[in-house]
């Protein structure tokens, strides 16, 4: 039973450009979440995507957004990226219908020069 | 501030010795999860709790979830070199459905 899965693992970009990180849930679950953990911190949530829609959303700017396909895998866009946005990102899948149960990826360990 | 106040922040333990780490919330924990973290990579799923007053054991790790469920610990007994690395409490604050981590507990064990 695959895990899962994030792509890619290590990204490194400059200062005002856009990246796209991408993340394939765990079989049989619907729902994505994004988190943004910063060294040294705990992991910030980002936002969560169900039914191809965005569910509900933490307290990062319009320049962080995603999406949802129909075989629930997601993508975590940025734009105009800063300096601050280096981080690992962490998506984390569940089944919606119960209420808890999170699996987490490796993470897409993004450096901005 | 932190929704979820974890301690200490920063551990070293001799090789053999027990320890605890705590994790708090000001607010109702629907489902308090713990998660162990390696430098740089993914989360590993160590407990799930979800009643007051649980208790989880998997190895040599039991977790505690206490009768008000607003506070949890995480007790490691005969702690080995296997054990280091950063721990993190995580929990669903009032059923949003969405994890809220504290800022995480790094674990060193000597030898």
């Known amino acids: 039973d695959a895990g899962v899965t994030q792509s890619p693992t290590h990204l490194i970009k400059t200062r005002g450009q856009q990246v796209t990180l991408r993340c394939s849930p765990k079989?049989?679950?619907?729902?994505v979440s994004w988190y943004q953990q910063a060294l040294g911190q705990g992991p910030q949530f980002i936002f969560q995507?169900?039914?191809?829609?965005?569910?509900q959303r933490g307290n990062f700017p319009d320049r962080f957004s995603g999406h949802q396909f129909p075989n629930y895998s997601s993508e975590l866009n940025v734009n105009a990226l800063l300096l601050g946005d280096s981080a690992l990102y962490l998506c984390?899948?569940?089944?919606?219908?119960?209420?808890?149960?999170?699996?987490f990826g490796s993470g897409t360990r993004l450096t901005v020069v | 501030s932190q929704e979820l106040e974890q301690s200490p922040q920063s551990l070293i333990v001799q090789e053999g010795k027990n320890l605890t780490i705590n994790c708090t919330s000001s607010?109702?924990?629907?489902?308090l999860y713990w998660y162990k973290q390696k430098y740089g990579e993914g989360l590993i799923f160590l407990m799930m709790?979800?009643?007051?007053?649980e208790e989880k054991s998997h190895e040599k790790i039991t977790a505690k979830l206490d009768e008000k469920k607003q506070q949890s610990s995480l007790h490691i007994t005969a702690s080995q070199p296997s054990h280091a690395g950063i721990y993190l409490c995580?929990?669903?604050?009032?059923?949003?459905?969405?994890?809220?981590f504290g800022q995480g507990t790094r674990l060193t064990i000597n030898p």
């Open positions: 995580g929990a669903d604050i009032q059923g949003a459905q969405k994890l809220v």
């Open positions: 984390a899948t569940q089944l919606i219908s119960r209420d808890y149960g999170y699996t």
């Open positions: 079989s049989g679950h619907d729902t």
């Open positions: 607010k109702t924990l629907y489902g």
């Open positions: 709790l979800q009643k007051g007053g």
């Open positions: 995507y169900y039914e191809e829609e965005e569910r």
